[in-house]
């Protein structure tokens, strides 16, 4: 992947170039899930007249834990993936190895990996548990696996499912609706406040009878 300032410089145009054959459709620039222009390697082939060459798919293993405390249950995830690959005679190409919350849906290996599913270079997904993915939304990712032909092979294996983390996301979801709620509850004050207000002028303005 080549951002916008990276890609000018490769076949020698400015930015505004790119920028001005995107919006006349000579050369469309991708986007990615966040909405972050890009360009890739057919894009290169085609700006240089160059044969395509044929996309590669590569096999990715993800592994995630939400905090550095739990950094041994990571490795424990990548050695279970990788016997499970081996005894399935399964070579994996990229290892990818994040610290974040299940929540957290923006995390920066998680975004990588569903950009490169969007776009094709990802052939099969192995993953130890489905909340290693995300803790919620797991069916949509699953469907985006589905719609871009990546194979999602998930093991399930509860043990490789930190129980700690169930606490903590749960803790992080009260905390949220908390913060929510509390803001509710100080607009509905400042709202009460503004309708007294009005209706405290409004008698003020009526004449005398």
Known sequence: MYSVAQFAKQIGVSVKTLQRWDREGRLKAKRTISGRRYYDEADLATALNLPQRPAIRRTVAYCRVSS????????????????????????VDEWIMEIGGGL?????????LVDAIIEGQVSRLLIAHEDRLARCGFALIKHLCETHHTELVVMNTETLSPEQEVVQDLMSIVHDFSSRLYGLRNYRKALEKALKDENRAQNTDQPDA
Do not use: G, I, M, T
């Not at 957290?104 to 990588?112: A, D, G, P, V």
């Open 104 to 112: 957290n849906f923006e995390r920066k290996r998680f975004l990588r």
């Open 68 to 91: 550095p405390a739990q950094r041994p249950d990571l490795h424990n995830q990548r050695a279970a993936l990788e016997s499970y690959a081996a005894s399935k005679s399964l070579v």
